[in-house]
């Protein structure tokens, strides 16, 4: 079997370090390191433990525009990010989100006297996501319960098990004006940034709400305040912004019909555990010489 000599940082979680000992590495300095589990932050940090003996890296995030952007990754070596790890977290809080969109608790959480409020069932409603990858491949069982109706649009087109229908990127227009609840589960990439604007908030309409657990520059954020402000949307759920963190004072926090979490679809503490397991069955593969789960694709993106 091939030796993986593993450099665990700059957060040497103890679940990661268990997890790389029971795949049978051993945890070493960064000089004496052929793969680096990187757990932590800011990436530029990379710098002081890459060498050219580093054979292979796993990063600990799906979301890798910015160390694409910084120059961080190189063809010198394999690179891997967590495809499917997260997802389920993430699922959850799409369920969250879409059911207080339904149900209208951002507007509710903000008033202080009892009057009546409008909702919606679910039943009957259609839920569209834009990206067919992990997350939504998760929300989609979690929904069908409540009696929705699901379409999906991803790159190739490729059908999403669960899904109505399922569009390519042509169909965007479409996925959209049908779509009641617009789910954002696409990567950021040079195509995809700036996807959502003016033009397809109108689409989605006063009586459709957009949830973004993806990126926040998927969307134009001063288009989605003026749509939202003009009521041309009928709300957002937003795990994510542009920018992030949002500042305080920014419009989006003081409007009734949006709803904004802290980047904390995957609750802080909580992505240790499926990480380890991601990290433990990709070093067994490493060792073995199988193909690793998760290989970034610089070209792609993602």
Do not use: K
Request: aromatic share 6%; hydrophobic share 45%.
């Amino acid at each position: 079997m091939r030796p993986a000599r593993v450099w665990l940082g700059p957060d040497a979680h103890p679940l990661l370090a268990e997890a790389i000992q029971r795949a049978g590495g051993s945890l070493v300095e960064a000089g004496d390191a052929n793969v680096i589990a990187w757990h932590g932050w800011p990436p530029g940090r990379i710098h002081e433990v890459l060498h050219s003996g580093i054979e292979w890296v796993q990063l600990d995030l799906t979301g890798v525009e910015r160390w694409l952007e910084e120059g961080l990754v190189d063809g010198e070596r394999t690179w891997t990010i967590v495809r499917d790890a997260y997802a389920p977290d993430v699922a959850d809080h799409v369920l969250a989100f879409v059911l207080a969109a339904a149900r209208r608790l951002p507007e509710a959480a903000r008033r202080t006297s009892w009057a009546p409020l409008e909702g919606e069932r679910l039943e009957g409603r259609t839920v569209g996501f834009v990206g067919g990858g992990a997350i939504a491949r998760e929300s989609i069982p979690r929904l069908w319960p409540l009696g929705v109706r699901i379409v999906a649009l991803t790159r190739s087109g490729q059908t999403v098990a669960g899904a109505e229908r399922t569009y390519g990127p042509s169909g965007l227009p479409a996925l959209l004006a049908e779509s009641d609840y617009v789910v954002l589960a696409a990567p950021l990439t040079a195509e995809t940034r700036g996807l959502i604007g003016a033009a397809e908030l109108e689409l989605i309409g006063p009586g459709g709400w957009l949830v973004n657990v993806a990126r926040g520059a998927l969307v134009r954020t001063d288009e989605l305040v003026e749509a939202l402000e003009a009521g041309r949307l009928g709300g957002a759920c937003l795990d994510v912004t542009d920018p992030e963190p949002l500042p305080d004072g920014h419009p989006l926090w003081r409007l009734g019909n949006v709803l904004i979490t802290p980047h904390s679809a995957n609750p802080p503490g909580t992505v240790e555990e499926p990480l380890a397991r991601l990290l433990e069955d990709n070093l067994r593969r490493f060792r073995e010489g199988r193909e690793l789960l998760g290989v970034l694709d610089p070209a792609r993106g993602y």
